[in-house]
Nanobody, 120 residues
Framework: VQLQASGGGLVQAGGSLRLSCAAS????????MGWYRQAPRNERELVATITSGGSTNYADSVKGRFTISRDNTKNTVYLQLNSLKPEDTAVYYCAAEALSYGDVRYKNTWGQGTLVTVSS
């Protein structure tokens, strides 16, 4: 399974971006999908996750500003980023718990990351 993230860029504070992450490969099913981010000199942190049934979880720092969603028919997860702040600047990584055909266990897979830069 491979994950391909897109949608990052440079935006002014208060602006919006939409990130996408599509999973491809011999996918039998995908359980939880999510977004994480890593700012310079910081550890990677959870941003938001969503289960296959649509249950969501958010970091306190993004609640009310970011929205995670997914399209199970496309094996794609989205992250809508609104009211962006300079402290949201980071590389955003998508992740998925995916089961490939022929496997018996779900495996955690990471995308390559997409850079979000918020200017003040």
């Amino acid at each position: 399974v491979q994950l391909q993230a897109s949608g990052g860029g440079l935006v002014q504070a208060g602006g919006s971006l939409r990130l996408s992450c599509a999973a491809s490969g011999r996918i039998s099913s995908i359980n939880r999908m999510g977004w994480y981010r890593q700012a310079p000199r910081n550890e990677r942190e959870l941003v938001a996750t969503i289960t296959s049934g649509g249950s969501t979880n958010y970091a306190d720092s993004v609640k009310g500003r970011f929205t995670i969603s997914r399209d199970n028919t496309k094996n794609t997860v989205y992250l809508q980023l609104n009211s962006l702040k300079p402290e949201d600047t980071a590389v955003y990584y998508c992740a998925a718990e995916a089961l490939s055909y022929g496997d018996v266990r779900y495996k955690n897979t990471w995308g390559q990351g997409t850079l979000v830069t918020v200017s003040s």
